[in-house]
């Protein structure tokens, strides 16, 4: 099972008086990764038991991008333990550096009493892919009165996927210039994640076109399919303000 991964950027609400990253933020995003990891292995619903040290070693600075990764490595019959870190980028230089790394202990409820997980799978090679893949929950808070991810969550979501991989590209500020082909083709209900995965596809001088394809999951069926894509146009500000 390749490890789960939800890449994200340090806004300043999110952050402390010195400019970093609360650490609780911190924290109720590795738990999160944690329970995605547990349930994508075992297809039930989980709770968090415990979470064993967690040390911040450095801080994660606001306009910084914050990669969180998961991965199962114990499984037990009814509980299972996810290793997760934090790891900050700077987003003009492409530094990285840990933040800080914990093991989330996780128990399965709601299932029968002669439940047991499925066996912790043999790791497969990471892949070097050029393609960003990023992963997010679809909380209530998200969306409409019907129960679905709105349209602007998604665009949301979508456009941040473009603006890390397009910073990731070119190494300087850019901003959204265009959308281009955004065709939503299925609804994403709450309780779902958003599989996020952008690639480059045209650089110029003055500008990167980035292909986003927003995948949704069932978490407990491991049901997946296309909700929307599009190509995002990101430009450096100062072409932007022309």
Do not use: W
């Not at 609360?22 to 709770?47: P, S």
């Amino acid at each position: 099972m390749q490890p789960v991964r939800l890449i994200d950027l340090v806004f300043p609400g999110d952050t402390n008086h010195h400019g970093t990253l609360f650490g609780g933020i911190g924290l109720a995003n590795m738990d999160k990764i944690a329970f995605i990891a547990a349930t994508q292995h075992g297809r039930v619903k989980f709770v968090t038991a415990s979470a064993e040290r967690i040390d911040f070693r450095a801080a994660a600075n606001v306009g910084e991008i914050i990669e969180f990764t998961g991965q199962v490595i114990r499984v037990g019959r009814r509980s299972l333990s996810v290793e997760v870190s934090m790891t900050a980028e700077v987003l003009l230089t492409g530094e990285q550096r840990l933040c800080t790394r914990g093991v989330f202990n996780m128990v399965a409820v709601g299932v029968a009493d002669d439940y047991q997980l499925p066996p912790l799978p043999k790791t497969k090679p990471t892949s070097h892919s050029q393609e960003v893949r990023m992963v997010e929950m679809v909380f209530p808070n998200r969306t409409s009165h019907h129960g679905n991810l709105l349209g602007g969550q998604a665009l949301a979501a979508m456009t941040k996927a473009a603006f890390i991989t397009a910073t990731r590209q070119r190494r300087q500020a850019v901003v959204l210039g265009s959308t281009k082909d955004v065709d939503f083709q299925r609804q994403v209900p709450s309780g779902a994640i958003m599989d996020l995965s952008s690639k480059i596809l045209e650089v110029t001088e003055r500008s990167t076109t980035v292909a986003v394809t927003l995948m949704a999951e069932n978490l407990f069926s491991g049901e997946r399919y296309i909700a929307g894509a599009g190509h995002f146009v990101m430009v450096s500000p100062r072409i932007a303000k022309e």
